[in-house]
């Protein structure tokens, strides 16, 4: 037989949401349900008569037929539906309302998220994943919310067991607006350590990295040659100056440092991602017709190299400035293919992680390193 809520439980609840609320959630721990107003919080103190849980059932039955005007509650079953952004717009302010942290969850999923109901939705299920998934909202990365939602990642970081979360948390601070230059600082320092954290830096900051380098030993040298180049916009000239100036080096130093420690498959096809996009957007692969990465990065190389012996007209003009960037603008060729074709084949083989799954990209890996041993300056 179902259980009943005592009629003075019943009624404050129903006084409470009288007032307005714009949030509410329980507290199972301490039967207790708690609304926030415009006025502040208020609270209710429950007395179950029976089962708590049980109970807890009766009072979102409750809630729900206050709000919804059906005592169903909220569909936990279309939990990966919410989490898809399925959610209505016009039902939002609602679903906060039902004491249902999976409620939230749909809330902070949906397409129409705004600055206030970010706020609403923090304070009835303040959670490391939903902070991640509002700051992933523009409208809430760029409000007040996001220097409140930054800090408390910050905080949690050090407890983040997940290596794609790790390094989603990463990237998603370091992209949201109002966060203080110490969070980032903190952020860094506290995650130098960790292969994702690094990730998440070069994807979201990759040409202003914490890490600093000296510029390439020749750069001083390299750079009045290349300057008109340069300022005639060669894209080759260009892309070869960002890589052996000082941030291409600090970008350099700890990307190889990722891929000597990479252990998880997602960590990795970002890293490989963020590769492909410093490097490649600055210097596309001439004609447009590059190589696929899939068929191995090693194949890549020999076809950038190929191509620098025998330029196309693209490349003549930087390397008819400086003959002597030859493998160097072979090598940035080549990292601008890096992306998750070139480890799809090895993922789709394996489900390792660790050292292991190093051991198994090492056909990705090492011709990585050796082109980034070029760019600085390795002999």
Same mark, same amino acid.
């Given at each position: +037989? ?102 939230v969850v749909a809330v902070v999923h949906a397409p129409g ?53 790790? +390094? ?207 760019l600085q300056g390795a002999r």
């Amino acid at each position: +037989m179902p259980v009943a809520l005592r009629d003075d439980d019943a009624l404050r609840l129903q006084v409470l949401l009288t007032q307005a609320p714009q949030a509410v959630r329980i507290d199972e721990p301490a039967m207790r349900v708690e609304a926030l107003t415009a006025r502040g919080a208020a609270a209710v103190e429950l007395h179950p008569s029976g089962r708590s849980d049980e109970y807890l059932r009766a009072v979102r039955e409750l809630l729900s037929s206050q709000v919804l005007g059906s005592p169903g509650g909220y569909p936990v079953f279309l939990r990966r539906w919410t989490r898809m952004g399925q959610a209505r717009d016009g039902i939002l302010e609602r679903l906060l309302l039902l004491g249902e942290p999976e409620a939230v969850v749909a809330v902070v999923h949906a397409p129409g998220l705004t600055e206030e109901l970010a706020r609403r939705a923090w304070w009835a299920c303040p959670s490391p994943e939903n902070a991640r998934r509002m700051l992933a909202t523009r409208r809430v990365a760029t409000s007040a919310m996001a220097p409140v939602l930054a800090r408390y990642l910050l905080e949690y970081l050090p407890f983040e067991e997940e290596p794609r979360a790790a +390094m989603d948390t990463v990237r998603l601070v370091l992209a949201a607006d109002g966060v203080e230059p110490e969070v980032h600082l903190r952020l860094w320092q506290g995650g130098r350590h960790r292969v994702a954290c690094q990730v998440g830096f070069l994807a979201a900051r990759p040409e202003t990295l914490p890490a600093t380098r000296p510029p390439h030993p020749d750069w001083a040298a390299l750079r009045q040659r290349l300057a008109p180049l340069c300022d005639g916009g060669d894209p080759y000239a260009r892309g070869l100056g960002r890589s052996l100036d000082a941030p291409g080096q600090a970008f350099l130093h700890v990307t190889e440092q990722a891929l000597q420690r990479v252990g998880d498959p997602d960590v990795a096809v970002a890293l490989l991602d963020a590769i492909g996009r410093f490097f490649g957007a600055a210097a596309p692969w001439p004609g447009g017709d590059r190589p696929d990465p899939a068929a191995g990065l090693a194949q890549v190389a020999l076809a950038a190299e190929a191509l620098c012996r025998a330029p196309p007209p693209e490349l003549v003009a930087v390397l008819d400035a400086v003959p002597a960037l030859r493998d160097p603008l072979a090598a940035m060729l080549t990292l601008g293919c890096a992306g998750e074709r070139a480890v799809a084949p090895i993922l789709a083989r394996t489900d390792a992680v660790g050292s292991l799954l190093r051991r198994k990209l090492q056909p990705v890996i090492a011709p990585l390193l050796a082109r980034m041993a070029c760019l600085q300056g390795a002999r």
